[in-house]
């Protein structure tokens, strides 16, 4: 079964992390809104994401990738008004 998303060239993550298959740099990139040199640094570096490397080919777990965007939040979880923060 195709996705609505799948006519554009991309899944959603949530999608990725149902199949649990691992995906490359590029698409992780895509995902993170981040360029590829950029992720590459990151890795130099041990920042960033968790990867798996197997010879030349680096891939990401979806859900580390997840757990990156949902450990990345900062600020309140629900919207305060202006008049709360006034106050």
């Not at 079964?1 to 006519?7: A, E, H, I, Q």
């Not at 990725?16 to 950029?38: H, M, N, Q, Y």
Request: glycine share 10%; net charge positive.
């Amino acid at each position: 079964m195709k996705s609505k998303n799948d006519s554009q060239g991309f899944i959603s993550l949530e999608e990725l992390v149902r199949r649990g298959a691992l995906v490359d740099e590029p698409t992780k990139c895509k995902i993170l809104g981040e360029s590829l040199s950029k992720s590459r640094r990151d890795r130099l570096f041990g920042r960033g994401v968790p990867w798996v490397k197997r010879g030349r080919q680096v891939r990401f777990d979806p859900r580390d990738i997840a757990a990156h965007i949902a450990a990345s939040k900062h600020g309140h979880l629900e919207p305060v008004g202006l008049q709360e923060v006034c106050a």
